[in-house]
């Protein structure tokens, strides 16, 4: 390494170290940065303005002012754009200042010009309130602020800013792990964009881990709250009321994804979460149905068209997008060339970029349903006018989600849902009709006989396991006790059961039992466990399922309870609330 390289490393002194040891070098350094750091809106020296070309109606930045030096420095597609061959894309208006048009929003041009400059998003977290300053990004919501980072990605992709990209990723995750509702909003904008497959992951898991917090806003305690929320019943939560808009969950899903999410494989979510995910997303999605959407849902996923993406597809995407406009015109007068330049000395040439491509119908394995409609493909769209007048009434647009809906709760299992929530929750709905709610009483009607009770655990060091359990199923001829919580910031199911091990001695178990996998196995996460003998005489006895208390089986010890592998001390305590009907 020649010494030109070692010697800078006196710029990288730990920022613990007392402003009086700065040395000149740091000093140089620091005014560099601010010196650079001043040159962004300065309008004196701008040379370059990106005309934003994709703004959602959003009029408030109509250009973005820049320094074609500093683009070109930061970015190897801005360098081929501005100085190689693509310069024959570019207009000069009246105070011949070189202006781009680029298929994004004036947020996300405005947030990767400053990024360029300062090689950091401060106005993102800019805590200015001042409503004279169109440029400020500070006052989103939550969920605006996940979909303009999440677009602010895919801009970074595309003009090939790796350290953006990824510090972007980093933040959204962090952003994702605090408010898990976000996950929907991020997997709705990635789901969009060719390079959104790293993102659309992270949010899959999220909602995957935590599927109530991500889809419902639930808080692990059976109410639906986040960092600013009020803490609501899921029963009574409204999604007009505009809380549920600052922070996604499922109303920020589109059609084409709500079902990929909602009967997600490897969702931990129960039937009735499945059910509520539904009903919220009739009731506030924000996205607009079409008569394709219905279709296309309503299709059998073996007749669904995948789009995979093509290896020139692939490629195109680190390809400057132009603007469909400033392309026509191109092709009108024959100056739709290569990309690069001899002049520029890069030495390369690529063609320049077809139409953004669509993204892929797979995340990995997961079919997300973004493909082609096959509504567009057998017939052509609407006229504008017609599908405006169409789309405007609200009362269509409510018809249509409930008719989506009500074709995806065809797959949901009524029978795992309690009687209790089947003739209110459900009934009122009109998701389910009569002949489904029919069928599940009469599968719930051949248990009806047994009656639930419920165990209350307390006093356990590890605290997510206190809370009241309640009698669901039944394990080697006894009650089986169910509750739903958090550990390890996923949502599980923690169980009490009794087990007989392979020497013939039988123990009662709480335990998380994985999904899919049989109580009583080596894949158990044991917290504590009590054998049979402490259950005699001193237990809490359900008979319900032929357990007798003589042999100290059918019960519950109250005390006895000892710690295994992931329990914390002290022991737990339990006590029987027998004969209680199920309501939740």
Not at 150 to 170: C, G, M, R, W
Not at 203 to 228: E, M, T, V
Not at 331 to 350: C, Q
Not at 437 to 464: D, H, I, P, W
Request: hydrophobic share 30%.
């Amino acid at each position: 390494m020649s010494k030109t390289s070692e010697t800078p490393n006196e710029d990288n002194v730990d920022s613990t170290t007392s402003t009086t040891t700065n040395t000149p070098t740091q000093t140089k350094t620091n005014t560099l940065i601010l010196d650079i750091n001043s040159l962004l809106n300065d309008d004196d020296i701008t040379d370059i303005s990106l005309i934003p070309e994709n703004n959602g109606g959003d009029t408030s930045i109509t250009s973005v002012p820049a320094i074609k030096a500093i683009l070109a420095s930061r970015s190897p597609v801005f360098r081929r754009m501005l100085y190689g061959e693509f310069r024959e894309t570019q207009s000069n208006n009246q105070e011949n200042v070189v202006e781009v048009k680029l298929d994004y929003s004036g947020r996300v041009l405005q947030l990767l010009v400053e990024f360029c400059f300062t090689d950091s998003l401060t106005s993102l977290e800019s805590k200015s309130t001042s409503a004279t300053d169109s440029s400020n990004n500070s006052n989103f919501t939550l969920e605006e602020k996940s979909r303009l980072l999440t677009n602010l990605s895919d801009a970074a992709h595309y003009f090939d800013i790796p350290k953006l990209e990824l510090d972007i990723q980093v933040q959204l995750s962090n952003m994702m792990l605090e408010h898990p509702s976000l996950a929907c909003a991020v997997l709705d904008e990635s789901s969009k964009m060719a390079s959104g497959d790293t993102l659309a992951e992270a949010a899959f898991s999220q909602i995957r881990a935590r599927p109530k917090a991500a889809l419902l806003h639930w808080d692990g305690g059976g109410n639906i709250k986040d960092k600013g929320f009020d803490s609501l019943s899921i029963s009574e939560t409204d999604t007009s009321n505009p809380k549920w808009g600052e922070c996604g969950g499922v109303i920020a899903l589109s059609a084409t994804l709500l079902e990929s999410v909602i009967f997600d494989d490897q969702s931990t979510a129960c039937e009735f979460t499945k059910f509520k995910c539904l009903q919220k997303w009739v009731e506030g999605c924000k996205h607009e149905v079409t008569k394709a959407d219905i279709e296309y849902v309503e299709l059998p996923r073996k007749c669904r068209p995948n789009s995979v993406g093509t290896a020139d597809e692939i490629l195109s995407s680190r390809t400057p997008r132009l603007a469909q406009s400033e392309k026509k015109q191109l092709e009108s007068n024959g100056s739709l060339l290569t990309l690069g330049s001899s002049d520029s000395g890069m030495g390369v040439t690529s063609p320049l970029p077809p139409p953004p491509p669509s993204s892929s119908d797979f995340i990995g394995n997961i079919h997300l349903g973004l493909g082609t409609h096959p509504a567009s493909t057998s017939s052509p769209p609407p006229s504008s006018k017609a599908q405006n007048d169409d789309m405007s009434m609200e009362g269509g647009q409510h018809e249509r989600r409930l008719a989506i809906a009500q074709h995806l709760a065809e797959k949901l299992d009524l029978s795992l849902i309690p009687a209790s929530d089947l003739s209110t929750t459900i009934t009122d709905s009109q998701l389910v009709p009569a002949h489904a709610l029919y069928q599940a009483y009469r599968l719930q009607a051949l248990n009806a006989e047994r009656t639930k009770s419920k165990v209350f655990v307390e006093g356990a060091g590890l605290a997510e396991v206190n809370g009241t359990y309640i009698q669901r199923g039944v394990h080697e001829g006894t009650p089986m006790y169910n509750k739903e919580g958090i550990w390890r910031d996923r949502e599980e199911t923690f169980r009490i059961f009794l087990c007989t091990y392979s020497n013939g001695n039988k123990s009662w178990c709480l335990s998380i039992v994985p999904k899919g996998k049989e109580p009583g196995k080596t894949t158990d996460l044991d917290f504590y466990e009590c054998p049979v003998s402490y259950g005699k005489g001193g237990g809490i006895t359900s008979s319900s399922y032929g357990g007798s208390s003589e042999n100290g089986l059918g019960v519950v010890p109250s005390r006895g309870w000892k710690l295994v592998n992931y329990g914390q001390p002290p022991v737990p305590k339990c006590s029987l609330i027998a004969g209680c009907l199920e309501d939740a």
